[in-house]
Nanobody, 123 residues
């Protein structure tokens, strides 16, 4: 299993960006993908997650109403649409995959990780 994250870059506050996470190798609907982020000097934190079966979505309170996670099963791809970005959203964003249908907010519950992509929001 491999995950590749794409997107990110420099964005002005109030702007938007979209991240993609492409999953290759073993696939299953009994899985969940999560997006996490890690800012300098801070711990990695859960941002959003989606169940492959049913498409249920979950969000951290800090991004609710601004971020949207979605998937295209045929492309084995999960997206994170980020709107109304704030400087505090600046971080390296990682996608992660776990087998099992539950989305967990703790990074240790995920077995596979993408390489991370930097999102910088300027004020």
């Amino acid at each position: 299993v491999q995950l590749q994250a794409f997107g990110g870059g420099l964005v002005q506050a109030g702007g938007w960006s979209r991240l993609s996470c492409v999953h290759s190798g073993r696939t299953s609907n009994d899985a969940a993908t999560g997006w996490f982020r890690q800012a300098p000097g801070k711990e990695r934190e859960f941002v959003a997650g989606i169940r492959w079966s049913g498409g249920n979505t979950y969000y951290a309170d800090s991004v609710k109403g601004r971020f949207t996670i979605s998937k295209v099963s045929a492309k084995n791809t999960v997206y994170l649409q980020m709107n109304n970005l704030k400087p505090e959203d600046t971080a390296v964003y990682y996608c992660a995959l776990r087998w099992g249908s539950s989305v967990h907010t703790t990074a240790q519950r995920y077995s596979y990780w993408g390489q991370g992509t930097l999102v910088t929001v300027s004020s």
